[in-house]
């Protein structure tokens, strides 16, 4: 076993907090850096220099470590800059896919940003996220989306309404007090908004158990009663059939 003195301990631990200390200020400039780019680019789109906008954006969409709302206005005005150049819907829609991917509930800023492309960014979102209503009987049932990616999401409206899901396979939890829970598996399309009915069945209460159990085991009881009151009746009759007379 390899044993370190306490002096080592102490220098091993320092050297830990210092390479601790240098990461953390590496990310912090690696993220300073890319909000200085973010906000150039963001010139260049202004000025009506598309192609410099991209050249310096472009990187950052390559930068994963960068946090998401970096990284969601860099794909954002890329894609601007690429439908003031006319370049092809598949090549804008595969760069706004990725920002609704980021942040699926994140809208652009329609103050800033000119109608024509925040028009255009909406028409890519609705072509990719999905929808779904949940009705339910009884309509004041809880209703929980587990998203593996976002956390879990409730809506208490009537029907509960989840709009902005990414596709892919989700599970639903409706539960009621004095119901069974309720646990379903849903399937959620690009650019479709599905609808589900989900009726609960009501628990049993304990005394309509105990109740049941009881006149089940009553029922057991009389059966086995009957049977050997029977065996006893017949076994009565059987002692008091006459014996034979005596032959001469």
């Excluded at 999401?153 to 509960?160: N, V």
């Excluded at 009915?197 to 049941?212: D, F, Y």
Aim: glycine share 6%.
């Amino acid at each position: 076993m390899l044993r370190i003195k306490g002096e080592k301990r102490v220098v091993l631990f320092c050297v830990l907090t210092m390479l601790g200390i240098e990461s953390r200020m590496l990310l912090g400039q690696e993220s300073h850096l890319a909000s200085q780019s973010l906000e150039e680019g963001m010139r260049h789109f202004y000025a009506a220099q598309f192609d410099s906008a991209i050249a310096v954006l472009r990187p950052l969409l390559q930068q994963r470590e960068s946090d998401p709302e970096t990284l969601f206005q860099a794909n954002l005005y890329v894609g601007f800059s690429l439908i003031r150049q006319g370049e092809s819907d598949v090549l804008i829609d595969k760069v706004f896919h990725e920002a609704v991917r980021l942040q699926p509930n994140r809208q652009p800023d329609r103050t800033r940003i000119p109608p024509d492309l925040a028009d255009r960014y909406q028409k890519s979102r609705d072509a990719l996220l999905g929808g779904l209503l949940v009705y339910c009987e009884p309509i004041f049932s809880q209703v929980i989306l587990m998203d593996s990616r976002y956390g879990p999401q409730t809506d208490e409206g009537i029907p509960a309404r989840f709009l902005s899901l990414l596709p892919g396979d989700y599970q639903l939890i409706v539960s009621q007090k004095g119901y069974k829970d309720h646990l379903v598996r849903v399937s959620i399309s690009p650019g479709t908004q599905d609808s589900l009915l989900v009726e609960l069945e009501r628990k049993l209460p304990i005394w309509k158990k105990w109740t049941t159990w009881a006149g089940g085991a009553a029922m057991v009881t009389a059966l086995v009663v009957t049977q050997i009151s029977g065996a006893s009746s017949e076994s009565e009759k059987e002692s008091e059939l006459p014996t034979p007379p005596v032959h001469p």
